[in-house]
Nanobody, 121 residues
Framework: QVQLVESGGGLVQPGGSLRLSCVAS????????MGWYRQAPGKQRELVAS???????NYAASVEGRFTISRDYAKNTVYLQMSSLEPEDTAVYFC???????????????WGQGTQVTVSS
């Protein structure tokens, strides 16, 4: 099994910055994708950014140019650097990965518990 633990959320003023971190631990053979989703009150969970590997990344249109996703492969960690934050970015941010615990396992999606990001003056 793979466990994901997020950190770095909090309260920030509009225009400010935050950096989220997520560490994967447990029995890990390989991680294919690591990424971030968010869910605002009353809304569906949506993809924010994903890092497939080999430098390939993907962003939601609403955050492109403001958010940067990066991975530390040696530490099984993914980061989300968020800048120029807007009240509309307020949500619970969830880390996710698609990983195999053992070589012959079918790749499985895992989720963290989420970290609250609130953008407000």
């Amino acid at each position: 099994q793979v466990q994901l633990v997020e950190s770095g959320g909090g309260l920030v003023q509009p225009g400010g910055s935050l950096r989220l971190s997520c560490v994967a631990s447990g029995t890990i053979f390989s991680i294919n994708v690591m990424g971030w989703y968010r869910q605002a009150p009353g809304k569906q969970r949506e993809l924010v950014a994903s890092a497939i590997g080999g430098g390939m990344v993907n962003y939601a249109a609403s955050v492109e140019g403001r958010f940067t996703i990066s991975r530390d492969y040696a530490k099984n960690t993914v980061y989300l650097q968020m800048s120029s934050l807007e009240p509309e970015d307020t949500a619970v941010y969830f880390c996710t990965c698609n990983a195999r615990s053992r070589r012959l396992d079918i790749p499985t999606d895992y989720w963290g518990q989420g970290t609250q990001v609130t953008v407000s003056s």
